[in-house]
DNA sequence: TCTAACTGCTTGCAAATCGCAACTGGTTTC
DNA sequence: GAAACCAGTTGCGATTTGCAAGCAGTTAGA
């Protein structure tokens, strides 16, 4: 990552952070699996990064305040990684790539029921979606109502079941 | 480009195509400056991408069928770029990494108002900009009413011609 | 208490990609 | 006829990637 920007265009200053192939991957595990240890990331990874890009990536996201990190209480050696505001903003561009990966190219039952659901949902479901992430990894008060977190894992959980069956 | 997947999450389908630093800024220059030669992307390129990055990029986002190439009748070498119809659908991602880049990187004044117009004008405007770029591109017929290209580069002139004073 | 598994990384290395600069063969303009 | 322009290509050093192995310490179970 340089220390220059390319540009000060707010699409590439984005894409100076996130255009990469895993940073957004990072963040996908971070926010829909709920993952937020290193190992967590790591042993799930459903394309498989390194060990090395991810402590990179991870250090990246760090340092870009997309990310924070925290000792586990329940672990000398856990760290816990949380999603700063920045990256819960990101919502709105990760239910419109999974919308657009959905239409456009051929993504796999189990997978897609999750974009599916996000793309239905709508911008008042990623508000909901953002809220609960903001109570999951800022502190911030639980929302009301059913966990969007919980509903999409529970239809990808029904999907994956079925489509094994 | 590897020619297998990592998975079949639509997130990284999208990413394997757009996760990049340069494919999502060609992209933006073709829709956003209208951009059709490759001379004219050379040349008017913001972040100064190179040539065979360039030539590299082109040929991979045809291949992927985000973009089309034809031959320019105007002049025996010139190749006319086009949008596809899936790329033609990057406008609400674009959208949103413009407001997010606008909100969490430090944007110049000029380029950071056509990220603006685009955020504040919302689905609709983005429905109308889709229209006009089906008619540049796909040869649809042209929408009615201003054209939002022209409004987006006319308001980028301004602010520029103004912030230059 | 011993041991095996687990913790967040780091290291070494080969392969791929990037970025820069120069260059190519052809076309068009003046 | 010369200069500018056209879409790229080529060569090369520097950086980044991906893979495998390893590390110092911590924890859980027998």
Redesign the pocket.
């Known amino acids: 990552?340089?220390d220059h920007h390319r540009s000060g265009c707010p699409i590439n200053l984005a894409l100076e952070i996130l255009g990469?192939?895993?940073s957004l991957i990072v963040l996908r595990d971070m926010t829909f699996g709920n993952r937020?240890?290193?190992?967590?990331l790591?042993?799930h990874s459903l394309e498989?990064?390194?060990?090395?890009?991810?402590?990179?990536r991870?250090?990246r996201l760090l340092s870009e305040g997309l990310i924070t990190?925290a000792d586990?209480p329940?672990?000398?050696?856990?760290?816990?990684?949380s999603l700063a505001e920045p990256a819960i903003q990101l919502i709105p561009i990760f239910a419109h790539l999974g919308a657009w990966g959905l239409r456009h190219r051929a993504a796999t039952e189990d997978l897609a029921i999750r974009a599916q659901i996000l793309q239905d949902g709508g911008p008042k479901l990623w508000a909901r979606f953002m809220d609960e992430l903001r109570h999951l990894h800022l502190g911030a008060p639980k929302p009301k109502g059913k966990s969007v977190l919980a509903e999409l894992t529970e239809a990808y959980e029904a999907v994956k079941a079925q489509t094994a069956a």
Do not use: E, T, V
């Open positions: 990552m340089p990469d192939r895993w937020r240890h290193f190992r967590d790591l042993n498989g990064i390194a060990s090395n890009i991810l402590a990179d991870l250090k990190k586990d329940s672990h000398k050696q856990k760290a816990i990684y």
